[in-house]
């Protein structure tokens, strides 16, 4: 099983990233998908989630209106779109797969996201 993060970097503030997230080696599709953010010196935060059933999606408070989360389940994606970046989006971002039963939890390695001018 493998969770691979390839996006991340350094943007400016009020710029965009995209971060994609691929899986393999388990049926992605069966899958909630949730992007966590963990800054240092914080606990992790989960950022966005969306269903493997419907594709219902849920939010951080803090990223509503800025952050987008999708999935392409024939491409084994997920995708986290940011936007208007503040320099408090700064943290380590980790993809997450999910699943209650049978149960399923899987990370990726993170990938660092610097907002910063």
């Known amino acids: 099983v493998k969770l691979v993060e390839p996006g991340g970097g350094l943007v400016q503030p009020g710029g965009s990233l995209r971060l994609p997230c691929v899986g393999s080696g388990f049926t992605f599709s069966d899958f909630n998908m949730r992007w966590y953010r963990q800054a240092p010196g914080k606990v992790p935060d989960m950022v966005a989630h969306?269903?493997?059933?419907?594709?219902?999606?849920r939010y951080l408070d803090f990223v509503k209106g800025r952050f987008t989360i999708s999935r392409d389940n024939a491409k084994n994606t997920v995708y986290l779109q940011m936007n208007s970046l503040i320099p408090d989006d700064t943290a380590v971002y980790y993809c997450?797969?999910?699943?209650?039963?049978?149960?399923?939890?899987?990370w990726g390695q993170g990938t660092q996201v610097t907002v910063s001018s």
């Open positions: 969306i269903s493997s059933a419907d594709y219902t999606t």
């Open positions: 997450n797969a999910w699943r209650a039963w049978p149960n399923g939890d899987y």
